[in-house]
């Protein structure tokens, strides 16, 4: 597969460097990008071309790209690798059946500077995870692991057993900006498919519903699944500070 765009290909040269295949450098930023590529490795897998060569690896590249990198495919982490057993705080993330790659790469962004450990997606009728996420996300899915998960509903039980709690974003819980509210220092946040919210089987098994504190709109009924995602996460961030 292939990523572009210099944050994006920058954040998998730092963090995932063996996973590169080919660096494909325009000529006229060889100087630019020649410093940043220090490793013998990498630099054997270096090329410079022309602007129109660009386009010849995807036609959906052009040379205001400047980067591309080919690199293996993202894979899912296990489940054992999200869950946090060493510290006495932790922070997982489950999108329950988005489908919006724009809102899953900023829910990945926004997850890599709220210290989440991980990011649970179900198998079927959900997004994946795709350069589009890698573009969006500006690189954050080569920092935060994800796992796919067969059975959501199961997964949450493994989470409580390693003593997480869970609690689901939805318009009828309980607003966390109460003062007298607080996630617990190793917390499960929930966020629903864009249209449809979360599932009643995964609510069911929630520990908390909450909810975000809104102004009543008509036809303007609550924020998209990104920005609730945002707002949460900072709070939970907070919280176990």
Known sequence: MYIIGHNTCMSCITHNPNKINNIYIFNEKKDEYSHLINSKELKKRLHFINKNDFSSINKSFTYHDHIVIERDAY?????????????????????????????????????????VDGIILPEHSSASITSTTATISTGAVEVVKFHI????????????????????LDMNGKDIVNKNFKFDKKSVLIIGNEGKGIRKNILE????TVSLKQKDIPQIDSLNAANSAAIALYHIYIDQD
């Open 149 to 168: 998960a067969k059975n959501i509903a199961r997964t949450i039980e493994v989470l409580k057993k390693n003593y997480y709690w869970i609690y689901s």
């Open 205 to 208: 098994h929630s520990d908390f």
């Open 75 to 115: 894979q899912s982490s296990g489940l054992e690798e999200i869950i946090n057993k060493s510290k006495d705080k932790s922070t997982i993330l489950i999108l329950d059946q988005l489908t919006d790659q724009v809102n899953i790469g900023n829910i990945f962004r926004t997850a890599a500077l709220t210290d």
